[in-house]
C-alpha cells in the first residue's frame, strides 16, 4: 500500500457504529476492507468525505488472517484507532465469520477476537505495550486553561498523566459528573496544544465506582470536536489505572462515553496480571 500504487474502481465503503448494538449509539467508523492500491491522498480523500472520527483501510497482511491497516481523520493520519478496529473486525466477521485477526498497525501488531453473543458480534483488541508518564504542570495548567477548566475542577485521586497504548492521550479527571457534562473548549487552542505534543484527544474522565468511569475525548487535532467512544484511550486508561495503583489486575473496567452527545456506547476494559497490554472489547452494527 505504497503511495505510488495505482489505483483501481471506487473502493467500497462500510460504515459500522463500534461499541453499540443500535446503529445510533457509540462511534460511527468508515471502514475499507480492500484499501489495495489506494494512495495517502485518496485515503484521506475518503475519510473526510465519510465525516466520521476515523475510517480505517485494511489491506492483505504478511500472512493469512493478518491485515495492515491505516487509520484517518478528517484531517490527518492516526497511529492507531480503537474503535476503528473493532469496526473492521466486526465487518470482516460479517464477511467471513468470527475469528481472530491481527492488525498490522503504524503502532505495532494488535491481535483482534471476534466472538458472536448474546447482543450480536464483539470484538476484542489486544493494545500494544502501554506507558504511562508525567506531564508538566504548565502544560496541565494550559490544557486546563483551553478547556475553561480550573484545577478545583479535577479529581486529586487521579492526577493528569500522559497515557499511551497505540496512540496519546492526556488524562484528565474530573471531580464532578456535571464538571465532565460541560464541554465547550477552544477548538482551534487545544488543537494546536494537542499537535504540539503528538497528542490525539483529551482523555476526561469522571469516577462514578471504583471499577465504573464516564469518559469524553475531545479530537480537535483530527477535525472532531468529540470522539463519541474512543478504544485507543480506553486501553490508555486502563494502563494509567493500574500505574497509579487504582486499578489491580485482574480487573473488568466499564467505560461510558457518548451519553452527552446522545450516542451512548459502552467500552470494557480488562487488566490481565499475566500481561500488562490491555484489552478492550465492544460491540458493532452495521449503519445502513
Known amino acids: 500500500m505504497t503511495d505510488d500504487a495505482p489505483e483501481t474502481t471506487a473502493p467500497e465503503i462500510l460504515r459500522y457504529a463500534a461499541f453499540a448494538i443500535r446503529p ?9 476492507l480492500d484499501a489495495t492500491g ?21 489491506a492483505p497482511g504478511s500472512a493469512q488472517g493478518a491485515y495492515r491497516v491505516r487509520y484517518f481523520s478528517p484531517l ?10 473493532v469496526a473492521s473486525a ?14 498490522e498497525t503504524a503502532a505495532g501488531d494488535v491481535p483482534v477476537e471476534v466472538e458472536r453473543g448474546a447482543d450480536g ?13 508525567e506531564v508538566s504542570a504548565a502544560d496541565v495548567a494550559e490544557a486546563l486553561a483551553l478547556l475553561g477548566w480550573t ?8 492526577p493528569p498523566r500522559i497515557a499511551y497504548a497505540g496512540a496519546r492521550h492526556l488524562v484528565l479527571a474530573a471531580g464532578t459528573r456535571s464538571r465532565l457534562a460541560r464541554l465547550d473548549y477552544d477548538f482551534d487552542g487545544l488543537a494546536a496544544f494537542t499537535r504540539a505534543r503528538d497528542l490525539v484527544t483529551l482523555q476526561l474522565v469522571w469516577r462514578e465506582a471504583p471499577e465504573v468511569f464516564h469518559v469524553r475525548d ?63 472489547s465492544g460491540t458493532a452494527v452495521a449503519i445502513v
Open 24 to 32: 445510533e449509539g457509540g462511534n460511527p467508523a468508515g471502514v475499507v
Open 38 to 58: 489506494l494512495t495517502e491522498q485518496r485515503m484521506l480523500a475518503i475519510a473526510a468525505e465519510v465525516g466520521y472520527s476515523e475510517t480505517a483501510f485494511l
Open 76 to 85: 490527518t493520519e492516526v497511529p492507531f484507532c480503537g474503535h476503528a478496529t
Open 90 to 103: 466486526v465487518a470482516l466477521a460479517d464477511r467471513i465469520g468470527p475469528g481472530r485477526y491481527v492488525f
Open 121 to 133: 458480534l464483539r470484538a476484542t483488541l489486544t493494545s500494544v505495550e502501554p506507558k504511562v508518564e
Open 151 to 158: 484545577d478545583g475542577d479535577l479529581d486529586p485521586a487521579l
Open 218 to 280: 475531545p479530537f480537535p487535532v483530527g477535525g472532531v470536536v468529540e470522539d463519541p467512544a474512543t478504544g485507543a484511550a480506553a486501553a490508555a486508561f486502563g494502563a494509567y489505572l493500574r500505574e497509579l495503583g487504582e486499578a489491580t489486575a485482574p480487573a473488568v473496567l466499564t467505560l461510558h462515553q457518548g451519553e452527552d452527545l446522545g450516542r451512548p456506547g459502552v467500552l470494557r476494559v480488562e487488566l490481565s496480571a499475566a500481561d500488562t497490554r490491555v484489552r478492550v
